[in-house]
């Protein structure tokens, strides 16, 4: 499966901005759906999940409130809303399918295939 991830973009702290991941290739109802973020000069760490049909998400306690994962299987699409930005959101983020169903998995070994990533800025 192919993931194009695009929507990032340059906002102000308490702005709102949505990202979304296109798949192609294979359906994106076979995968478990997750967003990753990687800031300069920091490790890629885990965001949000989304399970199979949507009705199960998993989010990482910095943006627990703020971010809602969402897919849409008939657009073969996943979104990532994310509300109250702060600075500290600034980040390349990634969108990535996992072939597992196995609950809370947040490492980015885990997943298998990755989407080349959308810059979001957030200024103070």
């Known amino acids: 499966v192919q993931l194009q991830a695009s929507g990032g973009g340059l906002v102000q702290a308490g702005d709102s901005l949505s990202v979304s991941c296109a798949a192609s290739?294979?359906?994106?109802?076979?995968?478990?759906m997750g967003w990753f973020r990687q800031a300069p000069g920091k490790e890629r760490e885990f965001v949000a999940r989304?399970?199979?049909?949507?009705?199960?998400?998993y989010y990482a306690d910095s943006v627990k409130g703020r971010f809602t994962i969402s897919r849409d299987n008939a657009k073969n699409t996943i979104y990532l809303q994310m509300n109250s930005l702060k600075p500290e959101d600034t980040a390349v983020y990634y969108c990535?399918?996992?072939?597992?169903?196995?609950?809370?998995?947040?490492?980015?070994?885990?997943?298998?295939?990755w989407g080349q990533g959308t810059q979001v800025t957030v200024s103070s």
């Open positions: 990535a399918a996992d072939r597992s169903p196995t609950p809370w998995r947040n490492m980015a070994r885990d997943y298998d295939y």
């Open positions: 290739g294979r359906t994106l109802s076979r995968y478990v």
């Open positions: 989304i399970n199979w049909s949507g009705g199960s998400t």
